[in-house]
């Protein structure tokens, strides 16, 4: 039969732990050779960030249901973007978050942009139209970033 002590509070662990505590602090073991202090866990990063099951329901539901999930008409704090025209792109989870369209390059390692190659190799023709948009899109970053 098992002991119903329990070994997570014995006593004789609790030295051990609490001078391991003390020669890492005096160790500078979580801020060694990084300038930030380690921010304390808090209550709200346990949390999503904000708006996002409003975001995930819209994609979830059928349409009808997606118009009482609209984008929050505050600040998400951590914008997710995409391009609405030419000039501009917008976060997919708030409607404060809006800039201008900044041209970003392929990165041909990705799994995405492989997994579209194989798609539009394979004859699919929207995977087609993407690649063709995602070309061009390179090709406007790569000019800006010689201008």
């Given at each position: 039969m098992k002991s119903l002590r329990s070994h997570a509070t014995d006593e004789s662990q609790r030295p051990i732990a609490a001078g391991r505590r003390?020669?890492?602090?005096?160790?500078?073991?979580?801020?060694?050779?990084?300038?930030?202090?380690?921010?304390?866990?808090?209550?709200?990063?346990?949390?999503?960030?904000?708006?996002?099951?409003?975001?995930?329901?819209?994609?979830?539901?059928?349409?009808?249901?997606?118009?009482?999930?609209?984008?929050?008409?505050?600040?998400?704090g951590r914008h997710e973007w995409f391009r609405t025209d030419e000039r501009t792109?917008?976060?997919?989870?708030c409607i404060v978050g809006k800039r201008e369209h900044m041209p970003t390059r392929i990165d041909s390692t990705?799994?995405?942009?492989?997994g579209l190659n194989r798609a539009a190799r394979?004859?699919?023709p929207s995977a087609q139209k993407i690649i063709?948009?995602?070309?061009?899109?390179?090709?406007?970053?790569?000019?800006?970033?010689?201008?």
């Open positions: 003390l020669r890492r602090r005096r160790e500078n073991f979580a801020t060694e050779g990084n300038e930030k202090v380690a921010e304390p866990y808090t209550q709200t990063m346990a949390r999503w960030p904000r708006y996002r099951f409003r975001t995930w329901a819209r994609e979830c539901l059928p349409r009808p249901l997606a118009y009482l999930f609209p984008p929050g008409d505050k600040d998400c792109d917008l976060c997919w989870h990705s799994r995405l942009w492989q394979a004859g699919s063709g948009r995602m070309i061009a899109e390179d090709e406007e970053a790569r000019r800006a970033m010689s201008a």
